[in-house]
């Protein structure tokens, strides 16, 4: 099946720093997603991508989606304690009503 | 909008019983999802249903069966509980047109 390497699985951080995560593919994405999930929560939808060249932001945060259309980006600028938690990325090929989900980046935010 | 709703929030079951995931939503969204998630592994398609009556599989349905006989409820069924089915289970919905999933809190099942 399609698979969604992300990449890096954690990262440790210092309060204030930028942080920048990413999905890569063998396959061509028609969507990407990204989402957060903290401890004990569902995942919460942060942005959605649905153009090659794509960017988005949303406050902090701001997501790409590859030219090739087989990876996605995920910045996180001046990072604050409450950005702690799982941060998935999820793709959609062409015709398909599923999502395949990347295993996630760990961030750990330090005050 | 209460959003995506999910019942119970946890439960233990031994080997062998059975037991019903109930999932809701209020968006009136024809498509929904059931999702595993075991440690460091992500999200796995368990079924998934494009309306009420049509249900599909997706990537790891053994052990499991789904309903969906209105547009709001698509509950998750385990027959015959094993050890490999603990894990946190999440269900999604989505409108037609957009991609974008919406998730539930999830249910944490562990199965002794």
């Known amino acids: 099946g399609q698979q969604l390497n992300q990449s890096p699985q954690s990262m440790f951080i210092q309060e204030g720093e930028d942080v920048s995560m990413n999905c890569t593919s063998s396959s061509i994405f028609n969507t990407w997603l990204w989402y957060k999930q903290d401890p004990g929560e569902g995942p919460v939808l942060l942005i959605a991508?649905?153009?090659?060249?794509e960017l988005t932001s949303n406050g902090r945060l701001t997501a790409q989606f590859g030219i090739t259309r087989k990876d996605s980006f995920l910045n996180i600028s001046a990072s604050i304690p409450s950005d702690v938690g799982i941060y998935f990325c999820a793709g959609r090929i062409s015709g398909s009503e599923k999502l395949v989900f990347g295993k996630g980046t760990k961030l750990t935010v330090n005050p | 909008n209460a959003g995506v709703t999910q019942t119970p929030k946890f439960r233990i079951l031994k080997i062998g019983q059975s037991m019903t995931l109930q999932c809701a939503q209020d968006?009136?969204?024809?498509?929904m999802y059931w999702y595993r998630q075991d440690p460091g592994m992500g999200l796995k398609l368990i079924y998934y249903?494009?309306?009420?009556?049509?249900?599909d599989k997706g990537e790891v349905p053994n052990g499991y069966n789904v309903s969906r006989s209105t547009t709001e409820d698509f509950p998750l069924r385990l027959e015959l509980a094993a050890p490999s089915q603990t894990s946190v289970y999440f269900c999604?919905?989505?409108?037609?047109?957009?991609?974008?999933?919406?998730f539930g809190p999830g249910t944490r099942l562990t199965v002794t």
């Open positions: 968006m009136n969204h024809n498509y």
């Open positions: 249903s494009v309306g009420a009556g049509i249900t």
């Open positions: 999604a919905s989505r409108e037609q047109g957009s991609y974008e999933q919406y």
């Open positions: 991508l649905y153009k090659a060249g």
